[in-house]
């Protein structure tokens, strides 16, 4: 008899959910991330760079601004 009133009770607080989020709808707004096209765009920036120190900075520079990226498309 229990088990059948916790399933009552998680499917009553799904539902409660469920309308809430109907019944307060929040515009999304669809952001585009090329990650890895930017990351391509870089390297060639940072490849083209005179001195092997610049380069190996400039590259340094990508993979964070790469990593910076993913974050931003995962968490917003």
């Not at 390297?43 to 590259?59: C, N, Q």
């Amino acid at each position: 008899m229990q088990a059948l009133q916790r399933r009552l009770l998680s499917l009553v607080l799904l539902l409660l959910v469920v309308a809430a989020m109907v019944a307060h709808p929040r515009p999304v707004f669809a952001q585009d991330y090329y990650c890895f096209e930017s990351l391509e765009a870089c390297y060639y920036r940072a490849a083209v760079k005179d001195g092997w120190v610049t380069r190996w900075l400039a590259g340094l520079d990508c993979e964070l601004t790469l990593a910076h990226c993913i974050e931003r498309a995962i968490v917003y």
